[in-house]
């Protein structure tokens, strides 16, 4: 059997619903088993671009925000994202100017996720942004931002506690943790 082939048969698709941002596709298929049924994709049209901002002190800089689609508040690593012709490094430089007014000189880009891969294919790459400098924020109209700098320790803390709990966020403080720990992220 080859992991890499695909079990699902397409019978036939219709596009239910598209904005500048996604579009909604619902496919009448045969699933891996050979029974029809139907599953809805969500198209995302955006890269979606997370960057951790650490200081040399190792203060870390969050974004709150009131997120429509939850109908709650968020604390999140600055996020946004670029079209397909965009450069996901000129849009993450972007978002981390218009979200919290800080332009770094050093960028690592350290790793690529899917957010939702059982309804979308929506994808992000993660960045961690150093040497930075402040600005001023330029966030868009849509956004009615909160920033908060504080000690990484504190925002891992946030998260343990269960008060970040967006997926990009979670995994890019995980993952400069295990940096720390593993002693290969230095200031």
């Known amino acids: 059997m080859s992991y890499h082939r695909n079990p699902w048969k397409i019978l036939d698709q219709e596009m239910i619903y ?47 925000q009131y997120r429509f689609p939850l109908n709650r508040f968020s604390w999140e690593i600055p996020e946004g994202g670029g079209n397909a012709e965009e450069e996901p490094l000129i849009a993450a430089k972007r978002e981390l100017l218009e979200e919290t007014g800080l332009v770094a000189g050093n960028w690592t880009r350290l790793f690529d996720m899917h957010l939702s891969n059982s309804v979308s294919d929506e994808s992000a790459i993660i960045y961690l942004a150093r040497e930075l400098e402040l ?43 295990l940096l720390l720990l593993q002693g290969k992220l230095k200031n």
């Not at 956004?143 to 946030?158: H, I, N, P, R, Y």
Request: glycine content about 8%; proline content about 4%; overall charge negative.
């Open 18 to 64: 598209e904005n500048p941002w996604i579009s909604v596709t619902e496919f009448q298929v045969l699933n891996p088993s050979g029974g029809k049924g139907i599953y809805g994709k969500v198209h995302f049209k955006h890269t979606a671009v997370g960057i951790i901002p650490l200081d040399r002190e190792f203060n870390i800089y969050l974004v709150g």
């Open 135 to 177: 600005h001023t924020a330029m966030p868009d109209e849509t956004e009615s931002l909160t920033l908060k700098k504080m000690s990484f320790d504190e925002a891992v803390g946030m998260l343990e506690s269960g008060v970040i709990t967006d997926s990009m966020s979670i995994a890019a403080i995980q993952h400069v943790q």
